[in-house]
């Protein structure tokens, strides 16, 4: 069964976020809150969590995973930054976003899209996540948590009680922050060329949206 560790979201307790970084440090999996949907999670360079990360959402490698950080300079170490894009992201972090971008060297090519050497990036505005980083001392791997064809195994399902439950034999550790499920994931947009591309619509689309129209930009979609 998997360690429950309860925090609250706005003011997480250190000890706890001391347990779950302890966990996640000794090559565990988590289920942890965010500012959109729970996600999978792991050490970054945790090659093992990253393969169990896959199996359960079974997905192969060119799906994107995400790398999640808790700063646009921690961000800048892990991604190629145009200016245009340093000014965008600046604008819309911490919030529900995932950017496409060129990884840099620091990023396992686990991570990365196995052509376009793409990595997905995100900093959330979520206290739980930026403390776990923070603690951590690098970013970890994210990506929304899900079990495909298992009822209650995705959080549109909307129990929380019961989609906590279907991960408690498949990851190590859970985080319970006692507040309604999100049944909207992040924004995803791919900024490795000129234009920006929608590949999912999801919260903050609105601010996307506004911040690219102040860059003379428009938003196209896949």
């Known amino acids: 069964m998997a360690k429950r560790i309860k925090l609250n979201r706005i003011s997480p307790h250190k000890k706890g976020i001391f347990e779950l970084t302890d966990e996640l440090l000794q090559g565990a999996v988590g289920l942890i809150p965010t500012d959109s949907q729970y996600a999978l999670v792991c050490d970054y360079k945790n090659k093992k969590g990253i393969e169990k990360i896959r199996q359960?959402?079974?997905?192969?490698?060119?799906?994107?995973?995400?790398?999640?950080?808790?700063?646009?300079?921690h961000t800048a170490t892990f991604a190629h930054l145009s200016d245009r894009n340093f000014k965008l992201i600046k604008k819309l972090i911490p919030g529900p976003?995932?950017?496409?971008?060129?990884?840099?060297?620091?990023?396992?090519?686990?991570?990365?899209?196995?052509?376009?050497?793409?990595?997905?990036?995100?900093?959330?505005?979520?206290?739980?996540?930026?403390?776990?980083?923070?603690?951590l001392g690098r970013p970890i791997l994210a990506i929304t948590g899900k079990m495909p064809d298992v009822e209650y195994g995705s959080p549109e399902d909307g129990d929380r009680a019961m989609y906590l439950s279907r991960f408690d034999k498949v990851v190590d550790v859970i985080v319970d922050d006692l507040e309604e499920l999100s049944s909207e994931p992040t924004t995803v947009v791919d900024l490795t060329d000129d234009v920006p591309v929608l590949t999912r619509e999801g919260l903050g689309l609105e601010n996307l949206t506004e911040a690219l129209k102040l860059q003379n930009l428009e938003l196209n979609q896949v």
């Open 56 to 73: 359960i959402r079974q997905i192969g490698k060119k799906s994107h995973l995400t790398v999640m950080c808790h700063s646009l300079e």
């Open 97 to 135: 976003y995932t950017f496409i971008l060129p990884a840099t060297r620091e990023v396992p090519r686990l991570l990365t899209h196995p052509k376009k050497r793409t990595v997905g990036i995100r900093v959330p505005d979520n206290e739980i996540c930026l403390e776990l980083i923070h603690e």
